[in-house]
Every structure is written in structure tokens, then in C-alpha cells.
């Protein structure tokens, strides 16, 4: 009970000195990020590339537009599912599945079904290497669509000018 009372306390303190709220005069830099129409067009041919690569079933350049097999790459499972699946099977369980990108890819290589994930309302945000890229998203798989939702990308400019996927997470909905 204690820590309860310690920790409203403290959130109660954040939340009266500003921090996480939003400031209704921000400075004038706030806002202002270094963006070049290159990285822009060379951020929008990943998306491109990213959604011909899963089209054409080619795992090889889908392997070419990510930082390295290893990202973050999941539809983070839903607060009640945790909880049950860390009461019943592993109390660890965090939400996310291991071997996201490369199960990924490796069913884009090998499946018969045709797949296609479609993009809508692409937006990007970017300052100096970082960038952000959300959107819209259904994916579609002989014809029918699966799940939609909106997905979220990480990015990062790497040493020889290319732009790469640091982390892609998503939700999932199923059509009525």
C-alpha cells in the first residue's frame, strides 16, 4: 500500500510540474527538424521496396531494407493476453514474439498465397538520421484482406547514405 501511495505521489508531482504534459508556449525550435527532399524521396522508395518485396514474395531485397535480422518486428500482444499467458505459461512473456522480422521473411519467401501489404496515409518525420514513417496498412492475401491496422517504423541513415528499418511495430484488426 505504501508503494501505491509513493507512487501517486510521484505521478501527482510530474503531472503538476509539466513534465509529459503539453506546453502551451513552446520555444520556437520545438518543431524544427532537419529534413532534406533526398532522405524524404529515399525514405518513400523503402516503403516502396518494402511492399514489392513482399508482392514479388523476395525476401533477399526485404533483407536489404532492414538495419539487420534482428529488429524489433511484432504486433505487440494485448495487455489481457500478457497477463494470461504469464500466469499460465511463462511469467517473463513481455508481449513480444522472438524471430519477428525472420519468420516474416521467411514466410514471404516461401508462401504459395499471393501478398500484398497496401499503405495509406503514409507520414513521415525525420530529423537528421532519424526518421519515423506511420501509416495505414492492410494486408491482403489472395485477395482478402487479413488484418489492417496502423504501422509504426524506426529508421535510421547508415553509413553509406541508405536509409534502413530499425524497428517496425503494428496492430491488428480483422475485417468485419
Same mark, same amino acid.
Given at each position: 500500500? %505504501?508503494?501505491? =501511495?509513493?507512487?501517486?505521489?510521484?505521478?501527482?508531482?510530474?503531472?503538476?510540474?509539466? =513534465?509529459?504534459?503539453?506546453? $502551451? #508556449?513552446?520555444?520556437?525550435?520545438?518543431?524544427?527538424?532537419? +529534413?532534406?527532399?533526398?532522405?524524404?524521396?529515399?525514405?518513400?522508395?523503402?516503403?516502396?521496396?518494402?511492399?514489392?518485396?513482399?508482392?514479388?514474395?523476395?525476401?533477399?531485397?526485404?533483407?536489404?531494407? =532492414?538495419?539487420?535480422?534482428? *529488429?524489433?518486428?511484432?504486433?505487440?500482444?494485448?495487455? !489481457?493476453?500478457?497477463?494470461?499467458?504469464?500466469?499460465?505459461?511463462?511469467?517473463?512473456? !513481455?508481449?513480444? %514474439?522472438?524471430?519477428?522480422?525472420?519468420?516474416?521473411? %521467411?514466410? *514471404?519467401?516461401?508462401?504459395?498465397?499471393?501478398? $500484398? $501489404?497496401?499503405?495509406? #496515409?503514409?507520414?513521415?518525420?525525420? !530529423?537528421?538520421?532519424?526518421?519515423?514513417? /506511420?501509416?495505414?496498412? $492492410?494486408?491482403?492475401?489472395?485477395?482478402?484482406?487479413?488484418?489492417?491496422?496502423?504501422?509504426?517504423?524506426?529508421? /535510421?541513415?547508415?553509413?553509406?547514405?541508405?536509409?534502413? *528499418?530499425? +524497428?517496425? /511495430?503494428?496492430?491488428?484488426? %480483422?475485417? *468485419?
Amino acid at each position: 500500500m %505504501r508503494l501505491i =501511495v509513493i507512487g501517486l505521489a510521484c505521478a501527482s508531482a510530474l503531472l503538476c510540474s509539466g =513534465v509529459g504534459m503539453a506546453a $502551451e #508556449n513552446p520555444p520556437a525550435y520545438i518543431g524544427k527538424h532537419t +529534413s532534406t527532399q533526398q532522405d524524404t524521396a529515399a525514405i518513400n522508395k523503402v516503403v516502396a521496396d518494402f511492399g514489392n518485396a513482399i508482392k514479388t514474395k523476395d525476401s533477399k531485397l526485404l533483407s536489404t531494407l =532492414v538495419l539487420h535480422s534482428n *529488429i524489433l518486428f511484432d504486433a505487440p500482444t494485448a495487455p !489481457d493476453a500478457i497477463a494470461m499467458l504469464r500466469d499460465k505459461v511463462d511469467v517473463n512473456f !513481455d508481449g513480444l %514474439r522472438s524471430g519477428g522480422y525472420s519468420d516474416f521473411a %521467411r514466410f *514471404i519467401g516461401t508462401t504459395r498465397d499471393q501478398v $500484398e $501489404e497496401k499503405f495509406y #496515409n503514409v507520414n513521415i518525420t525525420q !530529423d537528421k538520421n532519424v526518421a519515423w514513417v /506511420m501509416f495505414d496498412y $492492410e494486408f491482403v492475401v489472395n485477395g482478402k484482406t487479413q488484418n489492417y491496422g496502423i504501422e509504426t517504423w524506426q529508421m /535510421m541513415k547508415v553509413a553509406d547514405d541508405r536509409w534502413k *528499418i530499425a +524497428s517496425v /511495430m503494428w496492430t491488428i484488426n %480483422r475485417p *468485419i
